[in-house]
């Protein structure tokens, strides 16, 4: 059965305190795996889109790894700013576009 | 990346009643998804809306519950029918373009 697990479930930052952030997965066909930001009572925003092992991908404090068996997202120096809940998702098998969610970050960073 | 408007962003209605939500996006797309966000917890999808032709449902969610249409490549709709508190969720319109993007929610509560 594909399995996809976010770690920690919550964790809280000093600001400027950089850690990372984790989703295993043990999907078959993996097509592509995403990560999204969301505020409360907001709709995800897209971050980043990894295809292969060995990709990484940056915007600003953020930098998306991809590895054959997970994916972390680093975020450096954090601001306040930057808590939200981080959602990891995936896209398997031909065709198919849909997204499947993992449960989430919830990232607070404390000034 | 395109811009999706969803509308209402919030509805509190009765019981056994219907809910009608709208999902506009500001350009072309292929395909537009439906997801649910219960309190706390990660997205699920509800279906994929296909133009000119019948949804197509995830397990757990049917037409006669989620009746959805797509009559063009800019538009949907997802009316929640017959409503229950069970039904109180955040339901999110998705749209790919290069990348999927999401409205920011409606949130609807049924009393």
């Known amino acids: 059965e594909d399995q996809v697990t976010q770690s920690p479930e919550a964790l809280r930052l000093q600001e400027g305190e950089s850690s990372s952030l984790n989703c295993s997965y043990t999907v078959s066909g993996l097509r592509g795996l995403f990560w999204y930001r969301q505020d409360p009572g907001k709709g995800p925003e897209f971050l980043f889109t990894?295809?292969?092992a060995g990709e990484e991908k940056e915007k600003e404090r953020l930098k998306a790894t991809l590895t054959k068996k997970e994916s972390f997202l680093h975020i450096t120096a954090p601001k306040p700013e930057d808590s939200a809940t981080y959602l990891c998702a995936w896209v398997t098998g031909a065709g198919s576009y849909q997204l499947t969610f993992g449960k989430g970050t919830k990232l607070s960073v404390i000034p | 990346s395109a811009v999706i408007s969803q509308k209402p962003s919030r509805d509190i209605c009765q019981r056994g009643t219907s809910l009608t939500i709208q999902c506009q996006v500001d350009s072309q797309v292929t395909m537009m998804f439906w997801y649910r966000q219960q309190p706390g917890q990660s997205l699920t999808l509800i279906a994929t809306a296909n133009q000119g032709s019948e949804a197509t449902y995830e397990s757990g969610f049917v037409i006669d519950k989620f009746p959805i249409s797509r009559p063009n490549l800019t538009f949907s709709t997802l009316t929640v029918s017959n409503m229950s508190p069970e039904d109180s969720s955040i339901y999110l319109c998705?749209?790919?373009?290069?990348?999927?993007?999401f409205g920011q929610g409606t949130r609807l509560t049924v009393v």
């Open positions: 998705s749209a790919l373009d290069t990348e999927a993007f």
């Open positions: 990894l295809y292969s």
